[in-house]
């Protein structure tokens, strides 16, 4: 199974910052990378697909960029309802596997 | 508007079966795959498998293989996702979500709001 190294596992930060989230893939995945932001409580919701694709009615605060293993999530001009845990998940081989999750909260 | 409206909390008991549905709403059913996504308390989301309700077919993580069955019914428009043989580690909320197969690209566009299911003596 390909393994998807999140980092870093938690990260705080303040309304107004851009911060950054990196997942790595233990093989090569091409561009088969979504990210997925969840709520406590709440099922996770897609923010990016196909590594870079910004998903209908996601702020474009939002970006995603990478190919092959390296892949990065940013979040720019932090608003309060960005502060979720954020997960990557490969499609490029089963089983599908998610990162360990990103947790931003507020500092 | 789209809906995915999942089965109510279940607590079984070691080595029982649970069955958790997934009702869609607002799309044709048989248009989108159903995938099945797992999270234990305070863990990370977990990949089960998928089914294409349109043929029946379907394609499970190979950890889950022999213990989970995923169905789909056209006559009620509902997905099933039974798992057997539970343990205390199959505790966690289960998470349905569609994806376009018709599409070249990948995402989970809708999901269910999640059924916990407790393993518990």
């Known amino acids: 199974a390909i393994q998807m190294t999140q980092s870093p596992s938690s990260l705080s930060a303040s309304v107004g910052d851009t911060v950054t989230i990196t997942c790595r893939a233990s093989?090569?995945?091409?561009?088969?990378l979504g990210w997925y932001q969840q709520k406590p409580g709440k099922a996770p919701n897609v923010l990016i697909y196909a590594a870079s694709k910004l998903e209908n009615g996601v702020p474009s605060r939002f970006s995603g960029s990478g190919s092959g293993t390296d892949f990065t999530l940013t979040i720019s001009s932090l608003q309060p309802e960005d502060f979720a845990t954020y997960s990557c998940l490969q499609t490029y081989s089963y089983p599908y596997t998610f990162g360990q999750g990103t947790k931003l909260d507020l500092k | 508007q789209v809906q995915l409206v999942q089965s109510g909390p279940e607590v079984k008991k070691p080595g029982a079966s649970v069955k958790v549905s997934c009702k869609p709403s607002?799309?044709?059913?048989?248009?989108?795959?159903i995938h099945w996504v797992r999270q234990a308390p305070g863990q990370g989301l977990e990949w089960m498998g998928w089914?294409?309700?349109?043929?029946?077919?379907?394609h499970s993580a190979q950890k889950f293989q022999g213990r989970v069955s995923m169905t789909g019914d056209p006559s009620v428009s509902t997905a099933y996702m039974e798992l057997r043989g539970l343990r205390s580690d199959d505790t966690a909320v289960y998470y349905c979500?569609?994806?376009?197969?018709?599409?070249?690209?990948?995402?989970?566009?809708?999901w269910g709001q999640g059924s916990l299911v407790t393993v518990s003596s």
């Open positions: 093989q090569d995945i091409t561009n088969d």
């Open positions: 089914i294409n309700p349109k043929r029946g077919d379907t």
């Open positions: 607002g799309y044709t059913f048989s248009d989108f795959y």
């Open positions: 979500a569609r994806r376009d197969a018709r599409s070249p690209f990948f995402r989970f566009d809708f």
